[in-house]
């Protein structure tokens, strides 16, 4: 079995105008082949772009957004505001914060949390960003009901190292409350060199209490595909973005795979938080037949664009995917792609659910507007907007996978009392070392408990759980997690019917 050859699209991402794309296809094989060039990625990830942007490629080109000119009636409350308290107010104003603070008034009020002004500064912070790799956490964020919320940490990084799942909401950055700041804001916070240490207050669903979280900040993976044969002739290939390297990447994976005896594929999209429009309908096309429809986009008058396979995608090729509600925007086009025009299965937990399109615009001074333009819908005209994409196969985690983070910094020793150490007890008894209890009481049995874990795990066995320990107890946990992946069991044991 041959892998389909991947071919450039011919049309440009939607609303976009000056994207380039750099794909080319060697024809010589069967097997996709990609020539080999320096690819510069576009990382989407809590350092640099909130979930609205993720789900499609963004034009910066030579277009400016119109200027707007005196005498349109429209604006005269506005110019006279800006007058009155240029004119009356007791101090000397700074009218370039003036007018941003107006601009960004305006977009709030549309109540979007993918529409987003950012300043000068913001926006300069926003290209450098896209236009090369970053130092910071590793997580993707979005603004929701005033809350700047985790979408997905990046595999690999110092939020996932540190215990953030999607749905945490960040409080606060070092001390500093951010409720009510627009994601941009909320970025230049927690980014920063690598080495340095932010602490983030994290609140997630279903807990009491928040946690402080310290993070040493570090290189941000840049690395997309990553793959292994999980059993006889299956491979797993785990996506955890869509840049402009994804696809050959994927392709060379696949082809590596191939070698190895991949007769069957799970494509694991759990936390992929998005990425560019292309790519995923690339990469989309690889298993959806040419001509099916893999996506179609509606703008506000109703007028839909349809995005078909460009590609040979074999449909006979076995294919299971799976999505988790860390799967949004480009990757819930790759799911809806290939469940409504390839009939593949999905399994694992309902989607994210961001079904809209962003652009995004530079004013003459280089401060930006990045604003939603349309909607998108799944070939079958779904718009999964904040409902997501349900599995054919709804299969949770185990119950110690959403488990609440501990504070690494906090002494959890004898006679302590919280719910941290409810948690640590919990996390000792997954993985081997029952406490006695799960109640929250730090008492012998839970000291005997982390001594025999310190012990074998060649740490200080004092009985104490705190920084090492706490880091190499949680990372046992999602250890754990990977081993006794019941999602991923499922996904095998549909894709061997596949494949019979």
Same mark, same amino acid.
């Given at each position: 079995?041959?892998?389909?050859?991947?071919?450039?699209?011919?049309?440009?991402?939607?609303?976009?105008?000056? !994207?380039?794309?750099?794909?080319?296809?060697?024809?010589?094989?069967?097997?996709?082949?990609?020539k080999k060039f320096h690819f510069i990625l576009i990382v989407f990830f809590l350092v640099i772009l909130s979930t609205g942007i993720t789900g499609f490629a963004l034009s910066f080109g030579d277009e400016k957004v119109i200027t707007v000119g005196t005498d349109r009636a429209e604006f005269d409350k506005l110019y006279?505001?800006?007058d009155t308290l240029k004119s009356g107010y007791y101090e000397k104003l700074d009218e370039k914060k003036l007018?941003?603070?107006?601009?960004?008034?305006?977009?709030?009020?549309?109540?979007?949390?993918?529409?987003?002004?950012m300043s000068l500064e913001e926006a300069a912070q926003f290209h450098s960003s896209i236009d090369s790799s970053f130092q910071g956490i590793g997580a993707e964020i979005q603004e929701k009901d005033g809350h700047i919320?985790?979408?997905?940490?990046?595999?690999?990084?110092?939020?996932?190292?540190?215990?953030?799942?999607?749905?945490?909401?960040?409080?606060?950055?070092d001390g500093k409350s951010i409720q009510g700041m627009k994601s941009t804001e909320a970025v230049a916070l927690?980014?920063?060199?690598?080495?340095?240490?932010?602490e983030l207050t994290i609140q997630r669903p279903g807990t009491d209490a928040p946690v402080k979280v310290p993070i040493i900040r570090d290189d941000i993976p840049i690395e997309t595909v990553y793959g292994e044969m999980v059993g006889e002739g299956i491979a797993k290939v785990q996506i955890t973005s869509f840049s402009k390297n994804t696809p050959k990447e994927l392709t060379d994976k696949l082809n590596e795979l191939q070698k190895q005896g991949m007769q069957g594929l799970v494509l694991d999209l759990r936390q992929n938080p998005g990425g560019l429009l292309d790519e995923a309908i690339n990469i989309s096309s690889l298993f959806v037949p040419k001509g099916k429809l893999i996506l179609k986009v509606e703008d506000r008058n109703g007028k839909i664009k349809e995005y078909p396979s460009q590609n040979d995608g074999n449909p006979d090729f076995p294919l299971v995917v799976l999505i988790d509600k860390g799967s949004a925007s480009a990757s819930e086009i790759l799911a809806g792609a290939v469940s409504e025009s390839a009939g593949v299965k999905l399994v694992g937990e309902n989607s994210f659910g961001k079904g809209t399109v962003q652009t995004a615009k530079d004013f003459p001074d280089?401060?930006?507007?990045?604003?939603?333009?349309?909607?998108? !819908?799944?070939?079958?005209?779904?718009?999964?907007?904040?409902?997501?994409?349900?599995?054919d196969f709804e299969v949770p985690l185990p119950s110690y996978a959403t488990l609440p983070i501990i504070n690494p910094e906090k002494e959890l020793k004898l006679s302590s009392s919280s719910a941290e150490v409810e948690?640590?007890?919990?996390?000792?008894?997954?993985?081997?070392?029952?406490?006695?209890?799960?109640?929250?009481?730090?008492?012998?049995k839970t000291q005997e408990a982390v001594s025999n874990f310190q012990t074998a795990n060649n740490l200080p066995a004092d009985g104490v759980l705190k920084g090492e320990s706490t880091f190499k107890l949680m990372e046992k946990i999602r250890e754990l997690i990977e081993t006794n992946d019941t999602q991923l069991q499922k996904a095998i044991e549909v894709l061997k019917e596949e494949m019979k």
């Open positions: 079995m041959k892998v389909v050859k991947v071919k450039t699209m011919d049309e440009q991402n939607v609303e976009q105008e000056n !994207l380039e794309q750099a794909h080319e296809t060697d024809k010589k094989s069967g097997y996709i082949q990609i006279t505001a800006y007018i941003n603070g107006a601009i960004d008034g305006m977009v709030k009020a549309l109540d979007d949390p993918y529409t987003d002004y919320m985790i979408v997905s940490p990046i595999k690999g990084s110092p939020a996932e190292k540190a215990g953030l799942k999607p749905n945490d909401i960040i409080m606060s950055v927690i980014r920063g060199k690598k080495g340095t240490k932010v280089n401060s930006n507007i990045k604003f939603t333009t349309a909607k998108w !819908l799944t070939p079958n005209g779904n718009w999964i907007h904040k409902k997501g994409i349900k599995p948690t640590a007890q919990k996390m000792l008894k997954a993985i081997g070392y029952d406490p006695g209890r799960e109640d929250g009481f730090f008492d012998e």
